[in-house]
């Protein structure tokens, strides 16, 4: 006879990840205004539990929980911000880091079980990159940022790596990212809509108490839209990707109609890098039988949407940062990131052997942004170093575009386009580290083990 502790942990473990996870997202948001800062480490304990019984169902259930976690964590951190006091540390968003973590400790007793997949090179030379410069940072006695940056950096690897590890099946892992995206995206878009016309007075607080300034104004009609993410490029990065795997994955009108105020919120992040990465993924599904009736059909659906829109009081906005795609380097932004190469490039030693990681306080003033992987592998690693981690995920990028060319099959080419789409985003992206390193790492190294056309070991690859 099973005693009641017993029946307690069966029926918690019995409950679908995704809804663990959101039951401890509203939870800390709810017990904010009473315990305040209490709930923060509690927050990151709750991660690790939900994190824990999710994987011990499966594979697919941790990857929704790790999307559920990814995209509203910072909506319960900015809640809780707003009552308990701004936390520059932004402690709360540690908690999906470490959700994520919990599939290495499986690795522990076999570590070696995916050293000789196909990514595990490029895992390999971005993680020795990663250590280059966690060590760096520890010489120069900066232990804030050497642990900060490292876990934010070796999480999603770990992650990876253990998916390639376990052996998980492709197609389960695909589906189950695309039902949660299904129903993250409109609950997403419909926020950042809401959000962009009368911003909510946590988001007001925590733009004012923030040093981001890509965010806009927090005014109505001023705000760069970020809804429950933690920036505008991290919110349009996801939109853009849900956006992708819904619409090739799952072409029902109902999930037409749920992906439109992800769309609508997509252009209000104002994020150009995210509107071209899905352009380019569209583009890439052209090249393909299997989805090439889609991405047209795409094509027409977002010229129509967009035409409707920019006769909305978002229009103008919207119409002038479209605009400015068409003025190329006399772009603000793009001689922003050209001074960023100048200045480094014009320093005693060139940037040679690096400067470890780093946070820089846009906001104060003769400081100066570090954008995308070029200049951040360059800044943090040294050229030399940096180079190679670059070459790292440039051979990741092209392993997941191969199988594309190979299996031919609507799976495979989203993972194509998403890959294509990371590469566009490099210059002004940071792939590999939090939520954005989880996206990239994730899907990227979903090569196809299910699919015999597509090798997977290093000896059988041609």
């Not at 976690?69 to 540390?89: K, N, P, Q």
């Not at 988001?203 to 933690?230: C, E, H």
């Not at 583009?283 to 795409?298: I, P, Y």
């Not at 040679?352 to 200049?375: H, R």
Request: glycine content about 10%.
């Amino acid at each position: 006879m099973q005693t009641a502790s017993q029946a307690g942990r069966l029926s918690v473990e019995s409950l679908p990840g995704w809804l663990l996870a959101a039951g401890l997202l509203t939870a800390s948001a709810l017990l904010g205004p009473v315990a305040g800062s209490a709930v923060r480490p509690l927050f990151i304990i709750g991660c690790g539990v939900v994190g824990y019984l999710a994987w011990r169902q499966g594979p697919a259930q941790h990857m929704q929980v790790l999307l559920v976690l990814f995209c509203f964590a910072s909506l319960a951190r900015r809640i809780v911000d707003l009552y308990a006091g701004f936390d520059s540390s932004g402690l709360m968003l540690v908690g999906p880091l470490v959700a994520m973590l919990v599939p290495a400790i499986y690795l522990l007793s076999d570590w070696t079980a995916g050293l000789r997949d196909i990514q595990a090179l490029p895992m390999a030379l971005v993680f020795g990159s990663v250590a280059y410069a966690s060590l760096l940072t520890v010489f120069q006695g900066n232990w804030s940022d050497a642990a900060s940056n490292t876990v934010k950096s070796i999480a999603p690897l770990a992650y990876a790596y253990s998916l390639v590890s376990t052996r998980v099946s492709r197609s389960d892992i695909i589906d189950s990212a695309t039902v949660a995206f299904l129903w993250i995206l409109p609950l997403m878009g419909l926020y950042g809509i809401y959000q962009y016309i009368d911003p909510p007075e946590w988001d007001r607080f925590w733009m004012k108490s923030a040093t981001i300034l890509s965010a806009g104004q927090p005014v109505p009609y001023g705000v760069r839209t970020f809804s429950v993410l933690n920036g505008p490029a991290s919110f349009a990065t996801f939109t853009a990707a849900g956006l992708l795997m819904v619409y090739f994955l799952r072409p029902t009108f109902l999930g037409m109609i749920l992906s439109i105020p992800a769309a609508v919120a997509l252009m209000l992040s104002m994020y150009r890098t995210a509107w071209i990465s899905l352009a380019v993924g569209i583009v890439f599904s052209l090249f393909f039988k299997a989805t090439r009736g889609r991405g047209a059909g795409s094509i027409i659906g977002i010229a129509v949407m967009i035409g409707i829109v920019l006769m909305t009081p978002f229009g103008d906005a919207i119409n002038e940062r479209f605009a400015s795609l068409s003025q190329g380097a006399g772009d603000g932004s793009a001689r922003e990131r050209i001074e960023e190469f100048l200045i480094l490039w014009n320093r005693p030693d060139s940037g040679l052997i690096g400067n470890g990681f780093s946070t820089v306080d846009v906001g104060s003033a003769g400081s100066v942004a570090v954008d995308g992987m070029f200049m951040t592998c360059w800044l943090s690693m040294g050229m030399l170093v940096g180079l190679v981690c670059i070459a790292a995920l440039l051979l990741a990028i092209g392993n997941a575009i191969s199988v594309a060319w190979i299996d031919r099959q609507a799976p495979s080419i989203v993972i194509g386009a998403l890959a294509l789409g990371a590469l566009t985003q490099m210059p002004l992206a940071n792939l590999i580290s939090g939520e954005l390193g989880f996206l990239f790492w994730t899907f990227v190294v979903l090569l196809p083990s299910d699919i015999q056309l597509t090798p997977q070991r290093w000896d059988a690859y041609p």
